[in-house]
């Protein structure tokens, strides 16, 4: 607690004219060396009076979020092979979200909306959530061969120049939904695992293991050398429903638009391609993909 000042009080005489002397009250405030030490803050004109404030929110600079959506977040914090450095979440968020974990996980960091806001790419859907985490583990071209070996049956994705990171991450969703052990992307422009794709996929990336490999063409030598029947969606193949689908495949997908490159065409077994009857001759990749992929596990 502050001292306040103390009043010194003393009568001096004054003159006033002549001889005659009179006393008054001279009155003197002094501020003592404690009132140095702890100055009292003055406000300026206008100013409220002086608060301690409150703690600041976390802003655009001490939030880094790799992962945001509700979905995505979430089953990243269940994946225990994910790290999680941080989560950031608003307090209406944390009513819906279940932070049990099989691991031990970060206390979530309460922000609001705004500052979310200003930490993400602008237009981000973040739904008030957000992960701070590196990405999973690499996957190898290898690795989803030796992990075919144990399944009965297994269909492998492969997107040839498939850039677009919302196409990517509904495929990604579609794979995940059919049951597919793995996707193929080419290093060179591919997305990353994070950001819009991953709140696209909606939780898949941290269940389809995802392979970026330089050479296509070379990586379906590689899967045919090792037992896989590679079919290559194109408007000129065969109809996918009357395919005889093998034990173990490969479904490749081009880019809208140019399709499948002439040699990852060429390394195909063979061409496939989706019956539509209607006046629309072509759907979107990702709608392409989903279809294909149930045409397969059926």
């Known amino acids: 607690m502050t001292a306040l000042p ?22 003197k405030c002094d501020m003592y060396v404690n009132m140095k030490k702890h100055p009292q803050p003055r406000n300026k004109p206008g100013q409220k009076p002086h608060h301690k404030p ?21 089953a990243a914090w269940l994946n225990p092979d ?3 450095r941080a989560l950031y979440i608003t307090e209406s968020a944390l009513k819906d979200f279940s932070q049990s974990a099989p691991v031990k996980r970060p206390p979530p960091m ?21 992960l701070d985490c590196p990405p999973l583990e690499e996957t190898f071209l290898n690795d989803l061969i030796i992990r075919a070996g144990g399944q009965p049956k297994t269909v492998l994705l492969m997107l040839d120049q498939v850039t677009d990171p919302h196409n990517v991450g509904a495929i990604l969703r579609s794979a995940c939904a059919f049951g597919a052990a793995g996707m193929i992307m080419q290093k060179k422009h591919a997305p990353e695992l ?6 696209t996929a909606c939780g898949a990336v941290e269940h389809v293991p995802v392979a970026y ?16 029947f590679v079919i290559g ?37 063979t061409l496939a391609r989706l019956p539509m009857n209607g006046p629309m001759p072509s759907i979107n990749v990702s709608n392409a993909a989903a279809v294909a992929l149930y045409a397969l596990s059926v």
């Open 110 to 130: 309460i922000v609001d909306k705004a500052a979310l806001d200003h930490a993400l790419p602008k237009g981000a859907v973040h739904q008030g959530i957000a």
């Open 82 to 84: 994910r790290d999680v």
């Open 233 to 269: 969606l194109d408007e000129r193949g065969e109809d996918i429903a009357g395919l005889s689908v093998p034990d173990k495949c490969v479904l490749v997908l081009g880019a809208e638009g140019p399709g499948l490159r002439r040699l990852v065409k060429e390394q195909c077994d």
């Open 194 to 199: 994070s950001g819009v794709l991953a709140k």
């Open 54 to 74: 409150p703690a600041r929110p976390h802003t655009k600079s001490s939030i880094k979020a790799d992962l945001w959506g509700s979905h995505a977040v979430q």
């Open 6 to 27: 103390l009043l010194h009080i003393r009568l001096a005489p004054i003159v006033v004219r002549g001889n005659k002397k009179d006393f008054a009250l001279r009155v």
């Open 213 to 228: 490999e330089t050479n296509l063409t070379r990586s379906l030598e590689t899967l045919q050398e090792n037992g896989f």
